[in-house]
């Protein structure tokens, strides 16, 4: 069983940066691919970021060049720094793990899911 805990949401303005985390409990973390998704209101929830279990990561074309994602396995922490915020980028973003090593980009393809935490970027 794995469970994990996002934090660092809140309001930002456009423009502005934010750095979530990912607190993960449980021995596998260093060998298993992480992700974050998010859900705007009235959406479905969407691909962001992936991470594989060697470092390699994969970034949604929305995002790229602007959010990061990173992990410390001495911690069982992963992040997410997010810059050049947008309005549109305003959501509930999860942190998730995945049930492979290999970067996967289908939600339906992680296993466990955090709460999530709020993001709101005001124009």
Not at 80 to 89: G, H
Request: glycine share 12%; net charge positive; with cysteine.
């Amino acid at each position: 069983q794995v469970q994990l805990v996002e934090s660092g949401g809140g309001s930002v303005q456009a423009g502005g940066s934010l750095r979530l985390s990912c607190a993960a409990s449980g021995r596998t973390f260093r060998t298993t691919a992480m992700g974050w998704f998010r859900q705007a209101p009235g959406k479905e929830r969407e691909f962001v970021v992936a991470i594989s279990g060697a470092g390699g990561t994969y970034h949604a074309d929305s995002v790229k060049g602007r959010f990061t994602v990173s992990r410390d396995n001495a911690k069982n922490t992963l992040y997410l720094q997010m810059n050049s915020l947008k309005p549109e980028d305003t959501a509930v973003y999860y942190c998730a793990a995945a049930a492979t090593y290999s970067i996967v980009t289908v939600s339906n393809q992680y296993r466990y899911w955090g709460q999530g935490t709020q993001v709101t970027v005001s124009s």
